[in-house]
């Protein structure tokens, strides 16, 4: 069993869920190491603190896909299949996205699109030019992008796969999937369910990388403009290629980067799950120097963290939900789990004083 396995565990433990058998695998587990038995005291702690900071606020980690999942859909609108033709610009007093029909063009359709052009222009100067009009028709019909600015899309694909897209990014995907491939096009971050089809390979195409699965959830990351594209796998296995040809294969946990300066292609076998909080809402950390907790709080809560001599070296493991703890339940949890205190300077920073590690 993994570390998760258990750590679910103690979380079922604290909310009274656990069963007879799941305890005695958890007390088994307990019993192994001192590092075990540390590891749930953390939790128990950070537990224990956020439950008075947030009203009894009950962590279930089973029901936080599903809650983000029904969030997310009845937030986001469902896709529009009226007139392919028109550009549609949706507006709410507090976001605003476009959702541009039909026409998606991809390099594997480029050279396609040029052979039919070409004999489209033949057969216009001898036909009166029907088949180019219908040619067009037949395209515009068949393609839909997505573009979002300061939110977050749920989308739904023909083959009941989802795509969760975040802020400034674009999607193009074809309204029904071809007989031989599942192909969608990106320009941004997205979060991917792929629905199981052995026969149909799916393919994400980005400026820079090709992510080939036939079943699984990963997240892409993928800018035109960013110098380092990713793609992080969350459950299953991906395969990874670049444009010249670099090939990386990916299981859960894992992660591929491109270094464009370099154009070299990397391998990390134990990657952060934090790259998908913008999708899970969760910061997680098990064993995690306090350093990269410290960035954390930078990105997400828009707070300065000052680290002393005696935590800079120091590692926390602690779950935070990014939407419903605020930094006030945070900070009281490092200043439990460091026996320090805190305080705000006029500038706004948080400066951790005494303490020391676990």
């Not at 599903?66 to 859909?73: A, G, T, V, Y």
């Not at 599942?182 to 799916?202: C, H």
């Not at 490092?334 to 590690?357: A, H, N, P, W």
Request: charged share 30%; net charge positive; aromatic share 8%.
């Amino acid at each position: 069993m993994t570390e998760d396995f258990y750590i679910n565990l103690i979380y079922k433990s604290l909310s009274n869920e656990i069963k007879t058998d799941e305890r005695k695998q958890l007390d088994d587990w307990l019993k192994q190491s001192e590092d075990n038995q540390k590891t749930a005291q953390e939790i128990q702690q950070v537990w224990e603190v956020s439950g008075k900071m947030s009203h009894n606020i009950k962590v279930d980690l089973n029901k936080e896909f599903s809650f983000l999942e029904e969030k997310m859909q009845k937030e986001s609108p469902k896709v529009s299949t009226a007139n392919q033709s028109k550009l549609k610009v949706e507006k709410s007093a507090n976001q605003q996205k476009t959702r541009i029909e039909p026409e998606a063009k991809t390099n594997r359709i480029r050279p396609l699109w040029i052979g039919l052009a070409a004999a489209s222009v033949l057969l216009f100067l001898v036909g009166g030019g029907v088949f180019l009009r219908s040619f067009l028709a037949d395209f515009n019909e068949r393609w839909v992008v997505v573009k979002t600015e300061n939110e977050t899309e749920k989308i739904v694909l023909a083959d009941n796969s989802t795509v969760f897209l975040n802020a400034n990014t674009t999607l193009e995907y074809p309204k029904k999937f071809t007989e031989n491939n599942r192909l969608v096009k990106l320009d941004g971050e997205a979060f991917f369910n792929v629905a199981s089809d052995t026969a149909k390979i799916f393919i994400v195409q980005t400026n820079d990388l090709e992510v080939q699965v036939l079943g699984t959830k990963f997240n892409v990351k993928a800018h035109s403009e960013q110098h380092k594209p990713s793609v992080h796998v969350a459950s299953g296995k991906v395969k990874v290629q670049t444009n010249d040809g670099q090939k990386v294969e990916l299981t859960k946990g894992e992660k591929a980067i491109l270094n464009k300066k370099s154009q070299k292609l990397q391998e990390v076998k134990k990657a952060s799950p934090n790259i998908m909080t913008w999708h899970t809402k969760k910061l997680v950390y098990r064993n995690t120097p306090l350093t990269h907790f410290q960035k954390d709080l930078k990105d997400w809560y828009d707070v300065e963290l000052e680290l002393n001599k005696n935590l800079k070296n120091c590692k926390i493991t602690a779950d935070f939900h990014v939407e419903r703890e605020n930094i006030d339940i945070v900070l009281e949890v490092v200043r439990t789990l460091f026996s320090c205190k805190s305080k705000q300077e006029e500038d706004g920073t948080y400066r951790l004083l005494g303490g020391k590690c676990r």
